[in-house]
């Protein structure tokens, strides 16, 4: 069964930066396209960075420019390097594969950037 593990979050003013980290306990992220989404209080999961499995990404307009996905297949991680950030970016952060597996569902990290 894989499990997908979401760390790197935290509390940092906006315009400021965090890298966040999924691993995942099989290897998915050969075989996969994936993705991270985010959830904000009240609002719906959103998709805001994807990675095909030919490593060509894709960005929700909310985050182009100032957000980066990255993988590392040998360790099984995936990256999502965040700058500039902004209050609006406050959420809880996950990753999973594109289109999402429902049963891929970790326990996500807390992203908080305050003004």
């Known amino acids: 069964q894989v499990q997908l593990v979401e760390s790197g979050g935290g509390l940092v003013q906006a315009g400021g930066s965090l890298r966040l980290s999924c691993t995942a306990s099989?290897?998915?992220?050969?075989?996969?396209?994936l993705g991270w989404y985010r959830q904000a209080p009240g609002a719906q999961r959103e998709l805001v960075a994807t990675?095909?499995?030919?490593?060509?990404?894709n960005y929700a307009d909310s985050v182009k420019g100032r957000f980066r996905i990255s993988r590392d297949i040998a360790k099984n991680t995936l990256y999502l390097q965040m700058d500039s950030l902004k209050p609006d970016d406050t959420a809880v952060y996950y990753c999973?594969?594109?289109?999402?597996?429902?049963?891929?569902w970790g326990q996500g990290t807390q992203v908080t950037v305050s003004s």
């Open positions: 999973n594969t594109n289109p999402f597996w429902a049963g891929y």
């Open positions: 099989g290897s998915i992220f050969s075989f996969n396209a």
């Open positions: 990675i095909t499995r030919g490593g060509i990404t």
